[in-house]
């Protein structure tokens, strides 16, 4: 099963901001919607913010919202997540997925992942 590939972690202080990217070789993104996860040893995977297969729909976690940004670049085969204002609690691995294409429109709950996860990227975020 194809999997997108993550970058742009890394540490970073409180309040600065950090640019993730996430693209896949062999996967056309634009068939899908897509979303970010972020996961910590404590933590399940949780959803962070998604993007529908058209891009006019956004939703985002309570904890992000006015934070974070989703985007994504069909013509790039990319998917990007601006983060700024960054808290400790957002100290996580983040991972990018193609979700269903019919997901995404009304709210982030229960998306279907339809990809294998791929490796993730780190984001630490000192105080």
């Known amino acids: 099963v194809q999997h997108p590939v993550e970058s742009g972690g890394g540490l970073a202080q409180a309040g600065g901001s950090l640019t993730l990217s996430c693209t896949a070789s062999r996967l056309a993104l634009d068939d899908f919607a897509l979303a970010w996860f972020r996961q910590t040893p404590k933590n399940n995977r949780e959803e962070v913010a998604c993007i529908s297969f058209t891009g006019t729909t956004t939703h985002y976690r309570d904890s992000v919202k006015g934070r974070f940004t989703i985007s994504r670049d069909n013509a790039k085969n990319t998917l990007s997540l601006q983060m700024d204002r960054l808290k400790p609690e957002d100290t996580a691995t983040y991972y990018c997925?193609?979700?269903?294409?019919?997901?995404?429109?009304?709210?982030?709950?229960?998306?279907?992942?339809?990809?294998?996860w791929g490796p993730g990227t780190q984001v630490t975020v000192s105080s």
């Open positions: 997925a193609a979700v269903a294409r019919s997901e995404c429109k009304t709210t982030i709950q229960g998306l279907h992942v339809m990809t294998a």
